[in-house]
């Protein structure tokens, strides 16, 4: 690499060589391309190694772990980085051509931002086919005494400092999950007026269900009962369910 890079991207993955390639292209092109981006393979027995070794691009770099999970991961991917912003994409959400610039020209002297957000609940289809069975956009402005009560922000949504990151001590490996929501306390907490919320949405999150075999953190810790009820596309109970046959009876084709 031929200049310094200003932002270490980190995207953790395991067994996902399936949805993978579209991660790592969006990060490749990002117009902001002054960056490092650190794979963490932690312990892939699919095809990740293979697809990994195939992508010839002189700002990658490649980190093997054996299983240590997603905070872990992410600690390790960090340590091997070396540029004084950070950004972490999941392997299975994408970030607009611009998330990186954009993100950097609205972050100013905070010590961290974080951006709006697509939602998609999804499904998945054959070997690498995504159905998107509802869509949402998450836009939380930014409230101190809010965000340390619970979880409002997504790791794929963050640029922070690496100064910052290292003084609230990274990732907690000891956690099953919300390590996004403890990481973002632990700032907010310590630096109450230096987070920014960018009020544009720069990133998809997808979240899968079980079924059709996309294990992912979120539904290992939420059913798919628990994700359709979230989203509303649960199975409706009598009344919900002839209300809603009576207005698709009023809007169908033909009448009147």
């Not at 579209?22 to 981006?37: F, G, H, K, N």
């Not at 794979?39 to 980190?63: E, H, M």
């Not at 919300?178 to 306390?185: F, R, S, Y």
Request: charge should be negative; hydrophobic fraction near 45%.
């Amino acid at each position: 690499m031929s200049r310094s890079p200003a932002v270490t991207v980190v995207l953790a993955t395991r067994d996902r060589d399936w949805v993978l390639p579209r991660a790592l292209d969006c990060v490749l092109r990002q117009t902001a391309d002054d960056l490092e981006l650190v794979v963490v393979d932690d312990g892939s027995v699919d095809g990740t190694a293979d697809l990994l070794q195939r992508v010839d691009d002189p700002r990658v770099v490649r980190v093997r772990t054996p299983g240590v999970g997603s905070a872990a991961a992410r600690n390790a991917g960090v340590a091997a980085g070396t540029a004084p912003l950070l950004a972490f994409l999941d392997d299975d959400n994408t970030w607009s051509p611009q998330f990186l610039e954009v993100m950097r020209a609205e972050r100013g002297d905070a010590v961290l931002a974080y951006c709006s957000q697509h939602v998609f609940l999804c499904r998945r289809a054959g070997h690498d086919g995504i159905d998107v069975l509802q869509r949402s956009v998450r836009s939380t402005a930014y409230n101190p005494a809010a965000f340390v009560r619970g979880s409002y922000v997504d790791t794929s949504s963050l640029l922070l400092t690496r100064a910052v990151f290292d003084e609230v001590g990274g990732f907690d490996a000891t956690l099953r999950r919300l390590v996004d929501w403890d990481l973002v306390a632990a700032v907010v907490t310590r630096y109450p007026f230096s987070v920014r919320h960018v009020d544009q949405v720069l990133c998809d999150y997808y979240l899968f269900l079980a079924a059709g075999g996309a294990p992912t953190i979120t539904n290992a810790a939420l059913d798919d009962a628990q994700l359709l009820a979230h989203a509303g596309l649960d199975e409706p109970d009598e009344d919900t369910a002839r209300i809603r046959a009576k207005v698709a009876a009023l809007l169908a084709p033909g009448r009147g």
